[in-house]
């Protein structure tokens, strides 16, 4: 199956995998409590994310202590714009039932009194639920993925060289996985996580930072989550990996709307970015496996030959060479009597030669640590290097 088929194939699982959380009574159980929760405006968003970019869940001191938590001694409130209406009275020509001006014996405007609203605003402080303490809030799916991923080291490397902004680790108190600072450019990961959740999260945050960091105003934070996570789970899995129990009830905490239209509509540049990140990764790993065993080349490309094999082909060249004094025609006869054919070993995406046919091309992961294997067992003084890749 060619990339792109496989990968709308996978995207079109996730608006499943999100219609089938949404079905499900647990989801509605925490429907109910999340509206209990206030919707802040765009501005607002921003205000937070700059002021706690690690921010999930948001609402104000009294708020939470009607939801049986408490905000923790010391915690600095992050600070919001609220509306503040308020009423100024005004004096104004009375009017009749017409709606025009009643005149007095005098030939004077009648006066009168009106109320009327204005809508001022005022700061106000909201909490973090990182920043709280109480009755634990309901949730769907799983804290955490569980999982090794093979040649971690070697693909963290590859992240970090195809991210756009530094990534960093550190410990991330509000319990988020990870963030992308939007002002300082950074990504920041929790760290000391298993390795499918830190891979998963780096893709995460690395696809805010591709997509995000210059984002237009009315792109909303439901359409970027669904963007990031969505492109994150599409990674994995065509490499192997399953994160099915942490991402579609992330997606699906971020679908706000009922036929799933936002998540439907960002599809195409979860396939599209998805796509970017996978070729490049591909590229890198090869690259680097390939800087490992020069003596894989690319199709078409002779195998690179050590010195002393350079100089004997050279000696044999020259033995072999039709003479000047041999042939009339000696400049048209500059030719070894024998032909020399290189060796060649195709990495991952066609054939190897002379040993192989080809066939099904196999998973990535897969035919690095086959074709490492293959050369492990061959070529002699290999067998006691470090299999573990490069070092973060």
């Not at 699906?252 to 799933?260: F, I, R, S």
Request: contains cysteine; aromatic residues 6%; proline residues 5%.
């Amino acid at each position: 199956m060619e990339r792109e088929d496989r990968l709308k194939q996978l995207t079109d699982q996730l608006t499943d995998g999100v219609k089938a959380v949404r079905d499900s009574g647990e989801y509605k159980k925490l429907l109910a409590v999340m509206a209990k929760f206030p919707h802040y405006s765009m501005n607002n968003c921003m205000l937070i994310a700059m002021q706690r970019p690690d921010a999930t869940l948001c609402q104000g001191f009294d708020g939470w202590k009607k939801m049986g938590r408490y905000v923790k001694k010391g915690e600095k409130g992050i600070k919001i714009i609220a509306p503040a209406p308020y009423t100024v009275q005004k004096e104004v020509d009375k009017l009749d039932s017409n709606g025009k001006p009643v005149i007095d014996s005098d030939g004077e405007h009648v006066k009168e009194t009106k109320e009327y609203q204005v809508m001022g605003f005022k700061a106000e402080t909201t909490f973090d639920v990182s920043q709280t303490d109480g009755k634990e809030l309901p949730k769907i799916g799983v804290d955490e993925l569980k999982g090794e991923v093979d040649k971690y080291e070697l693909m963290m490397g590859v992240l970090k060289d195809l991210s756009p902004v530094p990534i960093g680790f550190e410990d991330i108190k509000s319990g988020a996985k990870g963030y992308y600072h939007t002002s300082e450019k950074r990504i920041a990961i929790q760290k000391d996580m298993s390795e499918l959740q830190t891979v998963k999260t780096c893709l995460h945050e690395i696809t805010h930072a591709m997509l995000h960091a210059d984002a237009p105003k009315e792109i909303s934070k439901s359409r970027k989550e669904l963007e990031a996570e969505g492109t994150a789970c599409i990674v994995l899995k065509y490499m192997g990996y399953d994160t099915d129990a942490y991402s579609f009830p992330y997606l699906t905490g971020y679908t706000t709307d009922a036929d799933m239209k936002e998540l439907k509509d960002s599809l195409n540049i979860i396939r599209r970015t998805s796509s970017k990140i996978i070729t490049k990764i591909e590229d890198e790993l090869s690259n680097i496996y390939m800087e490992r065993h020069p003596e894989l080349v690319p199709d078409n490309e002779p195998a690179r030959k050590s010195s002393e094999e350079t100089e004997k082909e050279s000696s044999s060249k020259q033995d072999n060479m039709v003479k000047p004094e041999d042939k009339d025609d000696w400049p048209l006869a500059d030719e070894p009597k024998e032909k020399v054919i290189a060796e060649r070993r195709i990495l991952g995406t066609v054939r190897i030669l002379p040993d192989g046919a080809g066939g099904k091309k196999p998973s990535l992961l897969d035919s690095l640590k086959v074709e490492k294997e293959k050369i492990k067992n061959k070529l002699a003084g290999n067998a006691g290097k470090d299999e573990k890749g490069v070092a973060i």
